[in-house]
């Protein structure tokens, strides 16, 4: 197909539209019966970081994540809009791809799914099994879009911008809606920042709602801050973009409708890094038996950073825990990677003697300390020191910072400059 340069018309960079507290609240009573209504609940982890905490769980949605209520929401709107609609169209590999094919089965809209030819099998298959049609084209998100217009208006269909199009900015706010029910004196609300669609709708419901106005906080991550490039530009502009654990929120350009409704109305965007994303996902499955996925974990690391002490100490909390689909080989990089990073996890070098009583010694020291053992090697060949001597690796489970330093200093006392600790990443 030969491919134009269409300008998709619900995203117009020069009359960008701005969602409002009213259409939040018409959205809500569109999909309220069709979404999870999502617990938000109070977390015993607030203790520890001096904060009433509590989590809008919306990785409990069917899909896993919350873009199913703009999904929903759009698909009803464009129907009533436009009944003879042959469907609806959607660049996406990832949470706006699965919402929109699920949304379309269960409301009997045919979907369409344009993916980048390196898409994931896994994310392609779970698509064609909610029922979407996935067509591959080209490498980027963009070049995606550029068939998707396309496509749109060849075979009668809209195009549904899963960040941008008001209809799934409304659809998204209703997630305050909730938090306000659930916790009517909440005093900050943070949230995940990708195209920006999920904060304008909760600015646009939070700030417009008259009764409180909570401060709501925007996170984003350090490999892709396009939210912050954005303001400091004055519009939507390309940030640089590395791969991100956390890649549902790899937008590079913010959307035009987002950021024209939520950049007047946030009171604070962070950048956060990846090892405070890692520590949260750790921290979510430790303390509430919850699987996040990265995009879905940036509003707890932003708090665990420290970067919000001053406004988050001792106020009352809602952090918005957007999605659940991390890979479980992802998953279980990031948990090795996170107790290692919390100082629970270390690897060590001891070069002692090759004497049948040396190794034993060592392992009675460190048993003594209280640290685990969870593997060991010998390392024979590629030392410097004596041919006599051996070096063992050990990778030891400890209980943080303190039995760290007891380590350090029993070891140190007993083996000099032949122990060494290798590469401790502890951010504790
Ligand atoms: C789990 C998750 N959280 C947050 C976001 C960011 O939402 P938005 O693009 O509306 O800013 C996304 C985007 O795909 C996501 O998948």
Redesign the pocket.
């Known amino acids: 197909m030969q491919l134009q340069d269409i300008t998709d018309p619900n995203c117009d960079p020069d009359n960008p539209r701005v969602v409002t507290c009213d259409e939040v609240v018409s959205a809500y009573s569109i999909i309220k019966d069709n979404i999870i209504r999502t617990p938000c609940t109070i977390s015993r982890l607030g203790c520890q970081l001096n904060t009433e905490l509590y989590f809008k769980k919306e990785f409990m949605q069917y899909t896993g994540?919350?873009?199913e209520r703009g999904a929903n929401h759009a698909i009803i709107r464009m129907k009533e809009r436009n009944p003879g609609v042959a469907g609806a169209v959607s660049a996406s590999a990832?949470?706006?791809a699965s919402a929109m094919a699920y949304h379309g089965k269960c409301l009997g809209v045919p979907v369409v799914v344009v993916m980048p030819e390196t898409a994931p099998m896994m994310k392609r298959k779970l698509c064609e099994d909610l029922g979407a049609k996935v067509i591959l084209y080209g490498t980027t998100l963009s070049d995606c879009k550029k068939y998707g217009l396309n496509y749109a208006m060849r075979n009668g269909m809209e195009y549904i911008n899963?960040?941008d199009h008001v209809d799934i900015l409304a659809g998204?706010g209703t997630i305050s809606m909730e938090i306000l029910e659930d916790v009517p004196d909440v005093d900050v609300i943070i949230c995940?920042?990708?195209?920006?669609?999920?904060?304008a709708g909760i600015c646009a419901y939070a700030k417009g709602n008259c009764d409180r106005q909570p401060i709501v906080i925007g996170v984003e991550t350090d490999k892709c801050p396009g939210f912050t490039q954005a303001m400091n530009a004055g519009k939507p502009s390309p940030a640089e973009t590395l791969p991100t654990l956390a890649e549902?929120?790899a937008?590079p350009v913010v959307g035009y409708n987002?950021y024209a409704t939520a950049a007047p109305l946030v009171d604070q965007v962070v950048v956060v890094e990846e090892k405070w994303v890692m520590l949260a996902i750790l921290y979510l499955i430790e303390y509430e038996k919850a699987v996040v996925?990265g995009?879905?974990a940036v509003g707890l690391a932003a708090i665990l950073s420290g970067k919000l002490d001053d406004v988050v100490q001792n106020k009352k909390v809602v952090v918005v825990l957007?999605?659940g689909?991390i890979d479980v080989t992802v998953l279980s990089r990031v948990i090795e990677r996170a107790l290692a990073a919390d100082g629970r996890l270390i690897e060590m070098a001891v070069t002692i003697q090759d004497k049948p009583t040396q190794l034993p010694e060592l392992l009675k020291e460190i048993a003594a300390i209280g640290a685990n053992v969870v593997h060991l090697e010998e390392n024979r060949a590629f030392i410097l020191s004596q041919v006599w001597n051996v070096e063992v690796r050990l990778r030891c489970e400890v209980l943080g910072k303190d039995m760290i330093n007891t380590l350090q200093e029993k070891m140190n006392a007993k083996y000099g400059s032949n122990f060494r600790i290798l590469e401790n990443a502890a951010i504790v």
């Open positions: 994540n919350f873009k990832g949470n706006h899963g960040y998204a995940p920042i990708g195209g920006g669609g999920l904060l549902g929120l937008v987002s996925e995009a879905g957007s999605g689909n």
